[in-house]
Each structure stands twice: as C-alpha cells, then as structure tokens.
C-alpha cells in the first residue's frame, strides 16, 4: 500500500479511490473527501442505482461518502429497505437485530453482513457489489487465534459460495469478476494482533481476482510489486471504463488484464 498509516479507514480509502491521501489518517476521518469508484460506476449509463454495498463495520458509510453521493450503504443497524422484499431480505434484515453485538453497535457479524448481501443480489442483481467484512481484523486485535482461524475460514467459506451463486444465476454467469483484497497487513510473530505504522509488515497484503477478462495466473510466485492504489483504475478497466480524479491515482494492473 501507499498510505503511511496502515489501518483501516486509509487503506480502504486508497483501495477505492486509488488515491493515499495523506489526510486520511485516521479511522475516525469524517466523510472522505475523495470521489470514489463505486461513484464514479454510479453516474456510468445502465449502472444508476445498481452500485451497492453491504459492510460489518460503520466507518465505510463515511468511508464511500453516502451522505454526498447518495449510494446504498447498508452498515450495522440497518435493514434492507422497499416494498415487496423477498423472503431472503426479509429474513436477514430480522436475524441482525437478534445477534450478538460483540464489538458494539457499530459492527456486526460479516455473517449477517453477507446474508443481506447474497439476499439482496438474488432479490435485486445489482451490477456492481462492494462486500465489506471485519470480523478477522476484530478477532485478531483481541489475541483470539482460534476464532481468528474459524473467521478466515469462514469468509473463505462465503466467497466460495458467492462464486458458486454467481456461476448458476444468468444474470452474473460468465459476467462478473470477484475481487478480494484487504485493507491493511498484520505485524508477525508476537505482533500479529496489531497493525499500523509502528508495526512492521504491516503494510505487506495480497489481491485474489478471478473472472472474465482476468488471467488466469494461479499463485504468483515471480518477484513483482503491485500496490492498493492500482486496485481503484484496474477494477473500473474491468468494466471498460477509464477512472480519473482530480487526484494522482495509481495505473492498471496490467499484469492481471487479458
């Protein structure tokens, strides 16, 4: 990553605007100032309306800037909204309110975060997604390795499972590119609960993606360097369209591209 913070927020933020502002700091950085990709697909014709996200952790509604763009951010606390919700919506907008609040009220389970998501995509197919999960990240700074260990499994078990859904459903089939990346490192050792700038490796992630007009490359093992902020440009060129801001952003991964 570019930013010098390697937390939450600026790495979020480099990863969906391309852009390590230096001013996002902080986890608790007011609404980002910076456009977005989710934004700049939200004004692209036949995508208005259908750029969503679903996040187990409240700071992404400030993260994507709702309140200025106005894009369905669904966060903890709240539920699917409209008329004629299916069964599936209905259900995981209930099961919310039920769960533990663990972490308190500003995160929730990335069960129930994906439950909405996956109900709100068989209901409505949206075109673009943006799954936000927490729970790996909470699970490390407590020190509980085990339910770390299950949580990793967990989300690895979910996006196999999204994959699958997005492979028999004729909307997504042979149409859509997952794409899973983080927001930030961990520290090694007896460092791993920890992250930040004081922490070393911190900063050193990965990027899975996988789909149409994606090479099919398996584990890279050659010796590259890529960064969070190409991820922004490289996931809007998947779309065939070209992001620009008024910021410096990063290039297409053009090593990942057909």
Known sequence: MKNPYWISYPGRSENLTGYADPKVKSNNHPNNGNKNILEFIDQKKGYKGKVVSFASWDAVGRVINRERNGLLVNIPGENIAGHNLSEGEKLSNEIQH?????????????????????????????????????????????????????ATRNIDAMISSLWSYLQEDPFYKDNTVLMVMPDHGRGVGDQWTSHGASIPHADETWLIAMGPHVKPLGEIKSAGQIYHDQFAKTMVKLLGFDFTSENQIGETIDSLLK
Not at 121 to 134: G, I, S
């Open 98 to 150: 039920y769960e533990p609040k663990i972490w308190g009220s500003g995160e929730r389970l990335d069960a129930t975060t994906y439950a909405l998501a996956k109900s709100y995509m068989r209901a409505r197919h949206p075109k673009v997604v943006y799954l936000d999960l927490a729970d790996t990240d909470e699970y490390g700074h407590s020190d509980q390795y085990d339910f770390y260990l299950d």
